[in-house]
């Protein structure tokens, strides 16, 4: 079963009235902002199906003890179905190294088709694929909890097609947050870097 995300973006106000108990307010569902399915996303920032074995930046802090009342509301309708819960603000997300390797190579092994030229040509990353299980003797078990890593640069060659045991930069994780971080550095521009921050939690 794969996994998804939600939450939202807040800001936080110069000033709290007599009825408030929080400065922050949301801003907007990050549900409109975020589509992918991105494994590598989730797991570069939160941990969270993190096959890529990067160094979380903000893993399991749950919500924010002064997270406004209506997010407080959205998650805790979701009732035990989420897990996960973390935030970031976007001061943190513009002190990220998207250059930095994960610290370890993908669990999942990269897959190429090897063309007439002799160049090859990218086709996807799997957790399991079963040429390659029967030529290393790769279980689906192991395959689907990632529970095996392969000395990076290391490569096979099967029925045309070549796998290789690859090392990711936080970069190759950051495409599927440009909407995401586009509009948390459009407020910052407002509220300030520590202003701004983005508040998950995950379902299956």
Same mark, same amino acid.
């Given at each position: 079963?794969?996994?998804?995300?939600?939450?939202w973006?807040? /800001?936080r106000?110069?000033?709290i009235?007599?009825?408030e108990?929080?400065?922050?307010?949301?801003?907007?569902?990050?549900?409109?902002?975020?589509h992918?399915?991105?494994?590598d996303?989730f797991? /570069?920032?939160?941990?969270?199906?993190?096959?890529?074995?990067f160094?979380p930046v903000?893993?399991?802090?749950?919500?924010?003890?002064?997270?406004?009342?209506?997010?407080?509301?959205?998650?805790?309708?979701?009732?035990?179905?989420i897990?996960?819960?973390?935030?970031?603000?976007?001061?943190?997300?513009?002190?990220?190294?998207?250059?930095?390797?994960? !610290?370890?190579?993908?669990?999942?092994i990269? /897959?190429?088709?090897?063309?007439?030229?002799?160049?090859?040509?990218?086709?996807?990353?799997?957790?399991?694929?079963?040429?390659?299980?029967?030529?290393?003797?790769?279980?689906?078990? !192991?395959?689907?909890f990632?529970? /095996?890593?392969?000395?990076?640069?290391?490569?096979?060659?099967i029925?045309?097609?070549?796998y290789?045991?690859?090392?990711?930069?936080r970069?190759d994780?950051?495409?599927?947050?440009k909407?995401?971080?586009?509009?948390?550095?459009?407020?910052?521009?407002?509220?300030?870097?520590?202003?701004?921050?983005m508040?998950?939690?995950?379902?299956?």
């Amino acid at each position: 079963m794969g996994v998804d995300i939600t939450g939202w973006i807040e /800001c936080r106000q110069f000033f709290i009235l007599e009825s408030e108990t929080t400065p922050w307010e949301p801003a907007i569902r990050l549900g409109f902002l975020f589509h992918d399915r991105n494994y590598d996303a989730f797991g /570069c920032l939160f941990g969270v199906k993190n096959y890529a074995n990067f160094r979380p930046v903000a893993e399991g802090r749950g919500l924010p003890t002064d997270v406004s009342p209506e997010v407080r509301a959205a998650y805790e309708r979701w009732g035990d179905e989420i897990f996960g819960a973390s935030w970031i603000t976007w001061a943190e997300i513009k002190a990220i190294d998207w250059e930095e390797p994960a !610290e370890l190579p993908d669990a999942r092994i990269h /897959c190429y088709r090897r063309a007439e030229d002799g160049s090859l040509v990218y086709e996807g990353k799997s957790a399991w694929d079963r040429d390659f299980a029967e030529v290393v003797g790769h279980s689906l078990i !192991e395959g689907i909890f990632g529970a /095996c890593t392969w000395p990076e640069g290391q490569e096979w060659e099967i029925g045309g097609k070549v796998y290789r045991s690859v090392r990711l930069r936080r970069k190759d994780a950051r495409a599927s947050w440009k909407a995401t971080f586009s509009v948390m550095e459009a407020l910052a521009s407002n509220y300030g870097d520590d202003g701004v921050r983005m508040i998950v939690w995950f379902y299956s």
